[in-house]
T-cell receptor
Framework: DAGVTQSPTHLIKTRGQQVTLRCSPK?????VSWYQQALGQGPQFIFQYYEEEERQRGNFPDRFSGHQFPNYSSELNVNALLLGDSALYLCASSLGRGSYQPQHFGDGTRLSIL | AQSVAQPEDQVNVAEGNPLTVKCTYS??????LFWYVQYPNRGLQFLLKYITGDNLVKGSYGFEAEFNKSQTSFHLKKPSALVSDSALYFCAVRDSSSASKIIFGSGTRLSIRP
């Protein structure tokens, strides 16, 4: 039973560029959440996708956008990259939004901005 | 606004001794609390949760947590530490205004010496 998978594992970009990160949820899960974890900090909620729509959003600018596909996989897009966007980006999946069940996390994509 | 605090950046324990990782929370309404563990270059792994019921919650890998409503605490405990328990531990609370959003603490690095 495959867990949450994310690609790529590492990525290096320069300021001003755009990036797309990908996530496949755990089998049977239909909800995907994205988090940003800066070095030495806890994960910060970016947004959640359910039924191909953004359902909830954290305190992140519009440069951060996403998409969910019919097979429940998801993408996180970041435009006009800033040095401060350097972080580990984590994808988490769960069954149903608003569930009390724990979220299952992937190993993340390490994004470095030069 | 909901929040969790982990007052200790690092906890050092000798192998075989009991360990405690502290967490306090601030929520409006009923708290839904979680503990996650993160190993180097990995995503977060779920340990345990408190939704309602017994104040002592048992989780994975021999960990347990004690919910204390009067002290607004949810400390993680283990009777006998293992070197393999060395990792970064995060306390988290589900945002009561948004079932989708999980709010994480800043993390506590647990170091178990042989």
């Amino acid at each position: 039973d495959a867990g949450v998978t994310q690609s790529p594992t590492h990525l290096i970009k320069t300021r001003g560029q755009q990036v797309t990160l990908r996530c496949s949820p755990k089998s049977g899960h239909d909800t995907v959440s994205w988090y940003q974890q800066a070095l030495g900090q806890g994960p910060q909620f970016i947004f959640q996708y359910y039924e191909e729509e953004e359902r909830q959003r954290g305190n992140f600018p519009d440069r951060f956008s996403g998409h969910q596909f019919p097979n429940y996989s998801s993408e996180l897009n970041v435009n006009a990259l800033l040095l401060g966007d350097s972080a580990l980006y984590l994808c988490a999946s769960s069954l149903g939004r608003g569930s009390y069940q724990p979220q299952h996390f992937g190993d993340g994509t390490r994004l470095s901005i030069l | 606004a909901q929040s969790v605090a982990q007052p200790e950046d690092q906890v050092n324990v000798a192998e075989g001794n009991p360990l405690t990782v502290k967490c306090t929370y601030s929520v409006s309404g009923n708290p839904y609390l979680f503990w996650y563990v993160q190993y180097p270059n990995r995503g977060l792994q779920f340990l345990l949760k408190y939704i309602t019921g017994d104040n002592l919650v048992k989780g994975s890998y021999g960990f347990e947590a004690e919910f204390n409503k009067s002290q607004t605490s949810f400390h993680l405990k283990k009777p006998s530490a293992l070197v393999s328990d060395s990792a970064l531990y995060f306390c988290a609370v589900r945002d009561s205004s948004s079932a989708s959003k999980i709010i994480f603490g800043s993390g506590t690095r647990l170091s178990i010496r042989p």
